[in-house]
């Protein structure tokens, strides 16, 4: 689970484990990763963590090779919950900002995914989970690599699928609408006539909490979605269908 430290990921963490799985938390901050596998083993999970700048593609492979390590040599859900958002108009967005969103919300997810499609084609079983946005289906104003990386998830899950599908892994991501997270965090403040217009554009007329995504995790997760593989779930509060 990359991104399991806090926001999203820890849910989805949370969630996994409260359905009984093992679990190996990838992050960049370690006192957060401490503290979130400490939270996770006192709800009695087996909650492991590495500690890593996913931003460095040189560093991927043996972050993943600690991490199977540490899970005992078995992969059965990888979850790509990782990510980081810069906004910036596009006319002035910085060549550095566009290269670090880039590689930590696409490059290592590809990678992360290969690695672990080869453990799991190995086995024969696993679920890549993806965690893609509302930026995959439409571009959004002042985020241009979010949406660039996020429409990319979107795509690569598709085509992971279409290679995996048949030898028993399936590759799906999860696109959450507004969540309140620290990522999203500032916007309330920074921008209360945005935050409000969101507000009211969910007919669920709210912002999602992380728990939010725990179903449908779990569900990615599970057997009851062997036939599901290339899917893109929204969980929005109904925001595309608006
Ligand atoms: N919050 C939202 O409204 C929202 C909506 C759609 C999609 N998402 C996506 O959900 C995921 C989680 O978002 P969140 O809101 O929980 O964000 P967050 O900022 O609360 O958490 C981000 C996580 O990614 C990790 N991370 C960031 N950069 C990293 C790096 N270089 N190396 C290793 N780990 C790194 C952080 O350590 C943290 O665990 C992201 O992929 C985000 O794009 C969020």
């Given at each position: 689970?990359?991104?399991?430290?806090?926001?999203?990921?820890?849910?989805?963490?949370?969630?996994?484990?409260?359905?009984?799985?093992?679990?190996?938390?990838?992050?960049?901050?370690?006192?957060?990763?401490?503290?979130?596998?400490?939270?996770?083993?006192?709800?009695?999970?087996?909650?492991?963590?590495?500690?890593a700048d996913l931003g460095q593609a040189e560093a991927l492979?043996?972050v993943?090779?600690?991490?199977?390590?540490?899970?005992?040599?078995?992969?059965?859900?990888?979850?790509?919950?990782?990510?980081?958002?810069?906004?910036?108009?596009?006319?002035?967005?910085?060549?550095?900002?566009?290269?670090?969103?880039?590689d930590?919300?696409?490059?290592?997810?590809?990678?992360?995914?290969?690695?672990?499609?080869?453990?799991?084609?190995?086995?024969?079983?696993?679920?890549?989970?993806?965690?893609?946005?509302?930026?995959?289906?439409?571009?959004?104003?002042?985020?241009?690599?979010?949406?660039?990386?996020?429409?990319?998830?979107?795509?690569?899950?598709?085509?992971?699928?279409?290679?995996?599908?048949?030898?028993?892994?399936?590759?799906?991501?999860?696109?959450?609408?507004?969540?309140?997270?620290?990522?999203?965090?500032?916007?309330?403040?920074?921008?209360?006539?945005?935050?409000?217009?969101?507000?009211?554009?969910?007919?669920?007329?709210?912002?999602?909490?992380?728990?939010?995504?725990?179903?449908?995790?779990?569900?990615?997760?599970?057997?009851?979605?062997?036939?599901?593989?290339?899917?893109?779930?929204?969980?929005?509060?109904?925001?595309?269908?608006?």
């Amino acid at each position: 689970m990359t991104g399991g430290s806090r926001g999203l990921g820890y849910a989805m963490a949370e969630g996994l484990h409260e359905a009984g799985a093992e679990v190996a938390l990838i992050a960049s901050n370690e006192n957060n990763l401490k503290k979130a596998a400490e939270k996770l083993g006192a709800q009695g999970a087996k909650a492991h963590y590495v500690a890593a700048d996913l931003g460095q593609a040189e560093a991927l492979e043996d972050v993943y090779e600690k991490a199977l390590e540490l899970l005992g040599g078995r992969l059965d859900i990888l979850v790509n919950g990782a990510g980081v958002q810069y906004r910036c108009k596009a006319e002035n967005f910085p060549k550095d900002r566009w290269q670090a969103v880039l590689d930590i919300n696409l490059n290592a997810v590809f990678t992360l995914s290969q690695l672990a499609g080869r453990t799991m084609l190995a086995q024969g079983s696993g679920k890549i989970i993806n965690v893609a946005s509302m930026t995959s289906f439409f571009g959004s104003e002042m985020i241009p690599a979010y949406a660039a990386s996020k429409g990319g998830v979107m795509q690569l899950t598709k085509a992971l699928s279409n290679e995996w599908a048949a030898r028993g892994v399936n590759v799906n991501a999860i696109a959450p609408g507004y969540m309140a997270t620290e990522l999203t965090g500032d916007m309330k403040e920074k921008n209360p006539g945005q935050y409000e217009e969101i507000t009211n554009r969910i007919p669920a007329h709210r912002w999602g909490k992380p728990e939010d995504l725990k179903g449908t995790v779990i569900f990615l997760a599970s057997r009851a979605s062997d036939y599901v593989s290339g899917a893109i779930i929204p969980v929005d509060g109904g925001y595309l269908g608006k």
